[in-house]
């Protein structure tokens, strides 16, 4: 978790609301959801909380999942995802983890499927260090998917952007040459940042980044500051995505992204913004 922006602890009412059926999407867009493709049993359809809703939008950048779907279609029926960077809050009083929340939420959507994440993020390290880790990290636990928190820190640590981002391009491709897809997760929210230059810069340059290379990423910090409009009157949710119900937004960000891109097989590379 990255400590260096103050936190206000914000309760979020969390209630159920569905949105469209991943299905349904899929048929939309007159396309096969992998898994079904092999014969696999059928997803189930992902929902938002109604608190989470109002973020939706600046989430989810469809991207194709390769390795995922070549995964699902595997007789072992397994999805083995790596999840890297910072490390992770809670979602729930209990105690429940941000990775075990993703995990439970695939398993839910793609039936029949042991989904495993392997959870090996460490607070305040910045992209370089994650990125030489990673590499061990992959050789070890073999993942189909590295889920990859980025940016916060090195942001705030003055780390040049043409550095920054040199460091995570030279990691995708490292990881598509190893045949790991990616999603990334961007840099946090908070209002005082919102007019940092080097804190902007980060945060624009790296969405460039995951266009051109055609992977997804999850603008958090759009995300949440768009959670953050939606509560009018209500003290702005600064660092939303440290506390239980950030991150249980973030975990449901994460899944619906993972479960679209398994229906943005053969789509061509997106624009860069």
Not at 81 to 106: C, D, F, K, Q, S
Not at 139 to 148: C, I, K
Not at 161 to 187: P, S, Y
Request: charged residues 20%; proline residues 5%; neutral net charge.
């Amino acid at each position: 978790m990255d400590c260096r922006i103050a936190t206000t602890r914000t309760t979020c009412a969390i209630g159920a609301a569905l949105l469209s059926a991943l299905i349904g999407l899929a048929q939309a867009r007159a396309q096969t959801p992998p898994a079904a493709a092999a014969g696999a049993p059928g997803g189930a359809a992902m929902t938002l909380s109604k608190a989470c809703e109002p973020g939706a939008g600046a989430t989810v950048d469809e991207s194709p999942l390769p390795n995922v779907a070549a995964a699902l279609k595997q007789q072992r029926k397994t999805l083995r995802i790596l999840a890297m960077g910072a490390a992770p809050g809670r979602v729930n009083a209990r105690g429940g983890g941000y990775t075990e929340a993703i995990e439970a939420m695939l398993e839910r959507a793609l039936k029949g499927i042991d989904v495993i994440m392997i959870n090996r993020g460490v607070s305040g390290e910045l992209a370089a260090g994650a990125a030489a880790r990673m590499k061990n990290e992959v050789a070890l636990a073999e993942p189909d998917l590295v889920l990859w928190q980025v940016g916060t820190n090195d942001a705030l640590a003055d780390v040049p952007t043409d550095e920054f981002i040199q460091t995570v391009k030279e990691q995708i491709g490292w990881l598509k040459a190893h045949k790991v897809d990616v999603v990334l997760v961007g840099l946090q929210f908070a209002s005082r940042m919102r007019r940092d230059a080097h804190y902007i810069d980060i945060r624009v340059s790296l969405r460039r980044l995951a266009a051109q290379e055609n992977v997804i990423i999850i603008r958090r910090f759009e995300a949440m500051q768009l959670i953050s409009q939606a509560a009018g009157p209500e003290p702005a949710l600064d660092e939303l995505d440290r506390d239980e119900a950030g991150y249980s937004c973030l975990a449901q960000y994460v899944a619906r992204a993972i479960t679209l891109g398994l229906f943005a097989k053969n789509m061509p590379p997106r624009p860069a913004p």
